[in-house]
């Protein structure tokens, strides 16, 4: 099992590049089974989820080759309608293949994604949408069963934003006979990327970002090439290791627009932080201050995803702050394992209150999940001595070669 081992007290200084969002390739790989053409794919990053992804298709008679940063999908033999259950079990996001395939091949079996270790992660709204565009979804020993000889477009309202119940919907639609609209839909600059990636092989959507969707069926798709936008996460928890280490950070190929909500934190707590262009400059004050709240919310309000990384930085801030997490039940697994490193906090129920500690002090610590993971190698770059993250994996699944880009940055990290 691996795991980072990181000498803390290095400032991150330096220059990098920012990749392809992880929430927008998982979903485009998707969406690659529609056109049963050539889809050439850019600024894909090397992660375990990825890997996952690629599996999946493979295993359902699509060729994917890979050469650098470029992925080439052909999903012109495209032969079985079961999505690989270990593979479902290993990451929950596959469950995007549900409306893709549907779309395609009017028929699919994929196993239950069951929750995960951020908590319980319903599908309700998915199953009920797909419903109304006239699936017939059987749900029978922890798997769906799937079929639609003709989908119907539809108005469909959903509950809460769903990030991936909107993709769903999305791919669901795109053959659909008519027009669907997705109302309260989810904001995410990534369902805009999954719209220009559809709208560029050929299909008829529009709305992304903004809470109204309208998808008209189309017969046929194209060919189809696409640079994947860079992952706002990503640039946010580099950031993030700038702002815990006192230093100074330039991060190329970012959107600017993405980054607000975080930008606006990291400014919140004495960081220095200018925009041009694409890229962002940070530099870190001598003392981090207390952000008097910050509440996670759907896009464009403060990410659940940068949660933890930020929870790092106040454990060493002046003063104190606190968390409230609206998306997720179950995520401050963290906090526990900052507080073996000298934190000071405390989690009650979607409510964590950090009181900034003088320092941080290297411990033996567990990632439980990928962002928490982040979090602690933070904290542990901050940190007096040294601290081992165990569980690198679930690291993997979110940041391309994240112990390279960090030593590239001035970090004692290992990874072993
Ligand atoms: C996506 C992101 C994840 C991010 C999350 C919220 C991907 C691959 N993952 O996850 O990194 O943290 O958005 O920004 O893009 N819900 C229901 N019923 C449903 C679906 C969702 O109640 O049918 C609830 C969930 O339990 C959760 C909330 O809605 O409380 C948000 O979930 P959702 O937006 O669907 O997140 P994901 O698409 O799973």
Redesign the pocket.
């Known amino acids: 099992m691996g795991k980072f081992v990181i000498v803390g007290g290095n400032r991150i200084t330096g220059e990098a590049r920012v990749g392809g969002a992880k ?1 927008s390739v ?1 979903p485009i790989m998707a969406a690659t089974v529609l056109n049963g053409k050539i889809n050439v794919l850019h600024d894909i990053p090397h992660l375990s989820d990825v890997e996952i992804m690629t599996k999946i298709l493979k295993s359902i008679g699509c060729e994917v080759t890979r050469e650098g940063t470029t992925i080439v999908v052909d999903s012109t033999g495209l032969s079985g309608c079961e999505i690989p259950e270990s593979l479902v079990r290993e990451m929950r ?1 596959s469950f995007i293949f549900l409306g893709a395939m549907l779309s395609r091949c009017g028929k699919v079996v994929i196993s239950y994604p069951g929750g995960c270790e951020i908590g ?7 199953l009920r949408s797909l419903r109304e565009m006239g699936a017939i979804i059987e749900e029978k020993h922890g798997f769906l069963y799937c079929e639609a000889k003709e989908l119907k477009g539809t108005e469909i309202q959903l509950d ?1 934003p ?4 909107t993709e769903n919907i999305m791919l669901a639609a795109v053959f659909a006979k008519g027009t669907t609209v997705i109302r309260n839909a ?1 904001r ?1 600059p ?1 369902i805009i990327d999954l719209e220009n990636f559809i709208n560029a092989m050929g299909g008829k959507i529009s709305g992304a970002g903004s809470a109204t969707i309208c998808i008209e069926g189309v017969e046929t798709l194209n060919e189809v090439e696409h640079k994947i936008i860079p992952d706002r996460i990503v640039a946010g928890t580099f950031l993030a290791a700038a702002a815990i280490t006192k230093g100074n950070i330039i991060l190329t190929n970012i959107i600017p627009e993405h980054l607000q909500s975080i930008l606006y934190k990291l400014k919140e707590c004495g960081c220095h932080v200018v925009c041009k262009n694409n890229t962002v400059k940070l530099q870190a004050p001598e003392k981090l201050v207390a952000i008097d709240s910050i509440k996670t919310l ?1 896009y464009p309000g403060f ?3 940068m949660q933890s990384q930020m929870m790092a930085l106040m454990t060493i801030s002046d003063g104190i702050s606190v968390f409230i997490e609206t ?2 039940e179950n995520r401050f697994k963290h906090a526990e394992e900052l507080m073996r490193m000298g934190a000071n906090i405390k989690v009650d129920g979607r409510v964590a209150i950090v009181k900034g500690v003088k320092k941080l002090s290297g411990a033996m610590v567990n990632a439980k999940d990928l962002r928490g993971g982040a979090a602690l190698i933070l904290a542990g770059l901050a940190a007096e001595g040294k601290t081992i993250v165990e569980n690198a994996k679930h690291v993997e699944r979110g940041y391309d070669h994240l112990e390279e880009v960090l030593k590239s940055l001035g970090a004692n990290i290992q990874y072993l």
Do not use: M, Q
Not at 162 to 165: E, Q, T
């Open positions: 929430n998982l996001s319980p992660r319903p599908i309700d709204l998915h809460f769903s990030v991936g119940a989810a995410e990534e759907p990410p659940t995803d998306i997720f």
